[in-house]
């Protein structure tokens, strides 16, 4: 690992990644195998994160996806269902924002946020913010943070990930209509006039 | 007459790769009439913005 402020910086958080990884895993070996992988797939883009919190849950995220992916090949189904709620809960939230006929239920339209810009200089904002992403899948996070963190286009996101274009699309699709979800309940709730 | 699920498939994935013109007419007709969908589409566009400026908070700027 190279010498620089951000790769210290990831460094400095090994140890609670550490303890993340041993306690999901209840190996030591493969637990330091999974953030040292995750470690060094952070590195790519560190230079484009600005402070500490971004960074941490970016990290997170890797080393979460790369626990499921360890758990899954052990074919430890329970433990992952455990950990992260499930992309199909996600779609199953999302298709109950419409009607039948494929439009938004009056419950379910999006309604204004009233001025969003002015959220973006409220510190809770952020800790909401962190919050949702946190609580997307693993996968889905971790595709949304390669587009829109690193700024990666979705065909090297596919590559690198081993996704196909169409997976890709729905993952991302998956993971703005989930955080957009979030978000209003979480933090824009009452504000927007009815529609 | 696309449906609003569709749409917002559609808007998604305008903001990750070009659309073809048939999509761009298709959809720029539902939001002329749909305003959830509208808002949809303006709020998937803050998430962009938010993200860029959450991965620049400095530390300071933070709890």
Do not use: Y
Request: glycine share 6%.
């Amino acid at each position: 690992m190279t010498d620089t402020p951000q790769a210290e910086l990831i460094s400095s958080f090994r140890p609670q990644m550490l303890k993340f990884a041993r306690l999901q895993l209840q190996d030591d070996a493969a637990a330091e195998d999974v953030v040292q992988e995750a470690m060094e797939s952070a590195l790519r883009g560190v230079d484009r994160f600005g402070g500490r919190s971004a960074l941490k849950t970016w990290l997170f995220t890797i080393v979460r996806h790369k626990v499921i992916d360890a758990l899954r090949e052990r074919g430890r189904s329970v433990q992952v269902s455990s950990l992260e709620r499930d992309e199909a809960d996600m779609d199953e939230a999302f298709e109950a924002l419409f009607r039948e006929n494929g439009h938004w239920s009056p419950a379910g339209r999006p309604r204004a946020w009233g001025d969003p810009e002015e959220a973006l200089a409220q510190r809770q904002f952020w800790q909401v913010f962190e919050t949702c992403l946190e609580v997307l899948p693993a996968r889905t996070a971790r595709v949304f943070m390669m587009r829109e963190f690193l700024g990666l286009e979705t065909d090297e996101i596919c590559t690198t990930l081993q996704l196909s274009i169409s997976n890709c699309n729905v993952i991302l699709h998956r993971a703005r209509a989930g955080l957009r979800q979030c978000l209003s309940t979480g933090w824009f709730a009452g504000e927007g006039a009815p529609c | 007459m696309l449906t609003c699920r569709h749409a917002t498939r559609i808007m998604s994935e305008g903001m990750d790769r070009p659309l073809s013109l048939g999509e761009r007419l298709q959809l720029r007709f539902h939001l002329a009439f749909c305003r959830g969908c509208r808002a949809f589409r303006r709020q998937t566009a803050f998430l962009r913005r938010a993200s860029r400026a959450f991965i620049r908070l400095s530390d300071d700027d933070t709890p």
